[in-house]
Nanobody, 126 residues
Framework: QVQVVESGGGLVQAGGSLRLSCAASGRTFSNYALAWFRQVPEKEREFVAA????????YYADSVKGRFTIFRDNAKNTVYLQMDSLKPEDTAVYYC???????????????????WGQGTQVTVSS
């Protein structure tokens, strides 16, 4: 089992930037694909970005492509989400998720991840 803990959320003005971090512990970090999802009240959790266990493959939702960057530091057991050009519609609770992978497959659905953090709030003001 692996535990993940998000940090870095906060309040930012539209057009600004934030970097979220997700620290993992419990198992070999480099064996896990990692992803970020987000959720607003009364809506389903939606995919934001994912990265393969090696870091060589990434996958983004169309709504964030070109503005958000996911990357990982396996030496620090941490995955990051750099969010630039933020918009009010990016306001949500952001969740980090992990799943053991034997290959570099990257998934984009909630069902493809087994371990979840508690979330961190991101609020973008207009």
């Amino acid at each position: 089992q692996v535990q993940v803990v998000e940090s870095g959320g906060g309040l930012v003005q539209a057009g600004g930037s934030l970097r979220l971090s997700c620290a993992a512990s419990g198992r070999t970090f480099s064996n896990y694909a990692l992803a970020w999802f987000r959720q607003v009240p009364e809506k389903e959790r939606e995919f934001v970005a994912a990265i393969s266990r090696s870091g060589g493959s990434t996958y983004y939702a169309d709504s964030v492509k070109g503005r958000f960057t996911i990357f990982r530091d396996n030496a620090k057991n941490t995955v990051y989400l750099q969010m630039d050009s933020l918009k009010p519609e990016d306001t949500a609770v952001y969740y980090c998720a992990a799943r053991y992978r034997s290959n570099n497959y990257v998934g984009g659905t909630v069902a493809e991840y087994d371990y979840w953090g508690q979330g961190t709030q991101v609020t973008v003001s207009s």
